[in-house]
Each structure stands twice: as structure tokens, then as C-alpha cells.
């Protein structure tokens, strides 16, 4: 399949808001976002992961110890609490 034009290419060099910039470009046409190659497709993947991590951390609150912040990306992430062997005390 041809390369769609609606956006440029995405490269590991970019920031993720820089690939989620240009994969807006292409949301909700199938036909582009197939277009993509699979590296590029991943590069996606791994921006939306960046920018659900980045908005759980921006609303937990800003004096947390960065144990108790682990546990709590741990747990918004992933719906259970971390193992308790996770910190070796």
C-alpha cells in the first residue's frame, strides 16, 4: 500500500507528542494509519502509552515519595498493586 501524504514520517527521534501530533493527522482514516509502516505504527503505540503515564504522574500529587508515586503508576497502570517484593528494603 502507498504511503499516505496527511502527515510526515514518524521517527524514533521525535518526542511523543510530536508522534501524536502527526498520527492526529491521520485518526479515524484507516486506509493512512495502514499506510504507516509497522515501525512507525509502533512509535504510536508506544506515544499513547508515554501520554497515559505522563497524565496519571501530572495528577498525583506533586510532594509524593517516589516509592508511594512507583506504587501508584503501578497500580492506575495496571489495576492491581504492585508485588510486595518489588522494593527490597
Known amino acids: 500500500m502507498e504511503r499516505t501524504s ?3 514520517p514518524i521517527t524514533d527521534e521525535m518526542t511523543w ?4 501530533a502527526e498520527s492526529a493527522k ?5 486506509d493512512a494509519v495502514i499506510s504507516l509502516d509497522p515501525g512507525e505504527r509502533i ?4 506515544a499513547m502509552f508515554a501520554e497515559f503515564r ?3 504522574i501530572e495528577s498525583l500529587p506533586k510532594d ?4 508511594e508515586l512507583k506504587k ?3 497500580f492506575r497502570t ?3 498493586p504492585l508485588p510486595d517484593d518489588f522494593f527490597k528494603d
Not at 64 to 67: G, L, P, R
Open 54 to 56: 505522563h497524565n496519571i
Open 43 to 46: 512509535l504510536i503505540g508506544s
Open 72 to 74: 501508584q503508576v503501578y
Open 6 to 8: 496527511k502527515c510526515n
Open 26 to 30: 491521520i485518526d479515524g482514516d484507516n
Open 64 to 67: 509524593i515519595a517516589e516509592k
Open 17 to 20: 507528542r510530536e508522534v501524536l
Open 78 to 80: 495496571y489495576g492491581e
